[in-house]
């Protein structure tokens, strides 16, 4: 018997690291609580944060303490520390979602800081980036913290959440390719499209028209996730199209002026953070994510296993579109910030049912292969397999 089939068995205590665990916090939040709800069961896990706004069965919660909030660089680094504190004995497998340098299994969700800062700079002009690097307190922990999350000089296994991470992570580290996986993003299950009567009961509770055609804008940082794009688009479709916002409210002010001073302010609804987003998705008739940095995106999978036709942008920008096909399952823009052609794709949707019955389709079949049960259990191997190392250690 090897030594993982005699680990199989067990429950494995499990510490998991996130500093906001909650669902409005956005897609690296909603990729670790539901591996946290579709695992608690099977195992005893333990959840550091310093933001808790989740309640499961089985799961404990752990509150870390964040004296400065400001400059994030202070917290990021109290929390490293503190977490790490907190979770250096007792525990099997220690899941890390941030930037921290301890935790067998290290979850990445965005570019690393040092790509970021490098990537495309020679000579000279990288020197001076290096000279700005060395005068910054801010950018030499980032930086450090990076570099020991990405070290193998204990078992670790470094979790990617699309491919598309790989040849960025690579070209910043290139030494951590042998602890590389990929567990991308899923959904709970397939919901499929909102009947009549929930379509028309979602809009009353979101104050949305009961009438018209109405497009979905759904991220935290507004500007990153397209929306400046998506309001000149708006501009140029018919007046029954409206759009319904959900995301951050600490932008909604700057972009409330924006709609006012183009004429949109009766055609564009900013929802705020909603605990749930599922009333948003069975409301809406179309996504638009024409997002210019995404490293998957779950609110297109998941707006996918709600039926909606999706437009989205293509892999160079979001992780997602890699395993998407134009006109198949989506529609893929070439460029983001090409404001006419998110109104053309748009426009299509608006006039074109055989096209949006094609896409419903495939995106339920789409979304059917990409679900938590099964994805939740291939993370479940990987800590074995680092609980096993660890122990043979």
Known sequence: MSALDSIEPGRLRIAVLNRQFAATGGGAERYSIALVEHLAARHDIHVFAQRIDHCWPGVSYHQISCPLKRPRWINQLWYAAASWWATRKGFDVVHSHENTWHGQVQTVHVLPVKYNLLHGLSGWRRALRWLKVVTSPRLLVYLALERSRYSLRRPRAIVLTSNTLLP???????????????????????????????????????????????????????????????????????A???????????HIPVFQAQVGATGLD???????????????????????HPTQEDTFAMVVLEAMAHGLPVVVSC?????????????????????PMDAQALATALTRLVGDQALVERLFT??????????WAALALQQE???RTVAVRANAG
């Open 362 to 371: 495939a995106a339920l079949d789409f979304a059917q292969q990409h679900q």
């Open 315 to 335: 892999e160079r920008y979001c992780g997602i579109a890699a395993l998407l096909t134009h006109e198949a399952n989506a529609l893929v823009l070439a460029d």
């Open 168 to 238: 960025q992570l690579l070209e910043a580290y290139p030494a951590c390719a042998p602890a590389i996986l990929v567990v991308t993003p899923g959904v709970d299950r397939v919901w499929g499209l909102a009947t009549s009567f929930e379509k028309a009961e979602a809009r009353r509770k979101l104050g949305l028209p009961a009438d018209g055609f109405c497009i979905l804008f759904a991220g935290n940082d507004y500007r990153k996730k397209g929306l400046n794009t998506l309001l000149q688009a708006l501009q140029q479709l018919p």
């Open 381 to 383: 191997s990987i800590y």
């Open 266 to 288: 009766q055609r564009v609804f900013f929802l705020g953070a909603l605990p749930d987003v599922a009333p948003a998705y069975q409301a809406a008739d179309v996504l638009a």
């Open 240 to 250: 029954h199209c409206h759009l319904a916002v959900v995301g951050n409210p600490a």
